[in-house]
């Protein structure tokens, strides 16, 4: 009896030690886990434009100007791409072939007006060859060089320029005058472009937003939740007539323009995040003109 007692505490003493060993080794990997994706969802310290003022702009000749590209912000950090939220994109071997160590900035893309289509691929953790093969990384700076834009720029001209038919820096120009300026973004409109960026020659690269590169479109952009559903009338009964939403400065408005009939059948759920554009601001604060682009999808 004694030493089947005995044999009995060895064995619950094992398996303690057993559920301990476990819960210990559990929590390490838990914890791994978590460090892990806390890495990978880190986002990338990335510079970002501010909207065009032309009083702000002292003397055009200042600034290099290229096309806004209608695309995804690709982020490489020496090794992986990465998503302006974070996310590792799961990029072809081919596609990045020698890139070098350090990083890039610059912008997935296929062509004007197919942002859709690039973003759909981005978003798959498996997106086929064909597919990728239409994608071009298009680079614009060079975030850990320490040296003006314009230096970076011709840098990146010298080392990226042949690296893979995949790999492209975005070309840049100068211009003397407003006129100039205007008929450009005119000619890039009317060809289905999004609109230009003008980055200042001497400027460094600055994490978030900065005043020394900004975007210049014939409309803006930005970012909504939705708060709720208001009931169409006339020939849009028993559809959504328009959308109540609240900006990210905490400004509410509605949005009744720029749906198709199938998204008035099934609008953007309510707390999604929809982008809009819009042509300035009333006195109010609040868009002027607000019209749905599209609802946006996490990266």
Avoid at 201 to 209: C, D, F, L
């Amino acid at each position: 009896m004694t030493k089947l007692f005995c044999q009995s505490s060895g064995i619950r003493s094992g398996l303690f030690s057993f559920i301990r060993l476990l819960i210990f080794s559990l929590t390490i990997s838990i914890g791994m886990t978590v460090e892990l994706v806390a890495v990978e969802m880190a986002k990338p310290p990335i510079q970002l434009a501010k909207e065009y003022q032309p009083q702000r702009i002292a003397k055009l000749s200042d600034y290099l100007i290229s096309e806004k590209l209608d695309g995804v912000r690709g982020y490489w950090d020496g090794t992986n791409m990465l998503s302006r939220s974070g996310r590792i994109i799961n990029v072809p071997h081919w596609f990045i072939e020698g890139l070098p160590s350090y990083p890039i900035d610059g912008e997935l893309w296929i062509a004007r007006n197919n942002f859709e289509q690039v973003s759909a691929i981005v978003r798959k953790n498996r997106a086929s060859k064909a597919e990728w093969q239409q994608v071009r990384f298009m680079v614009f700076d060079l975030p850990a060089e320490s040296t003006p834009f314009i230096e970076r720029y011709q840098k990146a001209l010298a080392d990226l320029s042949n690296i893979n038919p995949y790999i492209q820096v975005i070309e840049q120009f100068s211009l003397d005058e407003q006129a100039q300026l205007d008929e450009r973004l005119q000619s890039i409109v009317a060809a289905n472009g999004e609109g230009l960026m003008l980055h200042h020659k001497a400027a460094h690269y600055q994490i978030g937003r900065s005043s020394d590169i900004v975007k210049l479109k014939p409309f803006y952009d930005a970012e909504a939740i939705v708060l709720a559903h208001q009931p169409g009338k006339g020939k849009y009964t028993g559809m959504m007539g328009a959308l109540l939403v609240e900006s990210l400065q905490g400004k509410q408005f509605k949005i009744g323009t720029g749906f198709t009939d199938a998204v008035r059948r099934n609008p953007p759920q309510i707390g999604s995040i929809i982008t809009f554009k819009y042509y300035g601001e009333t006195q109010k604060g609040t868009p002027r003109f607000a019209s749905f682009l599209r609802v946006r999808k996490p990266l």
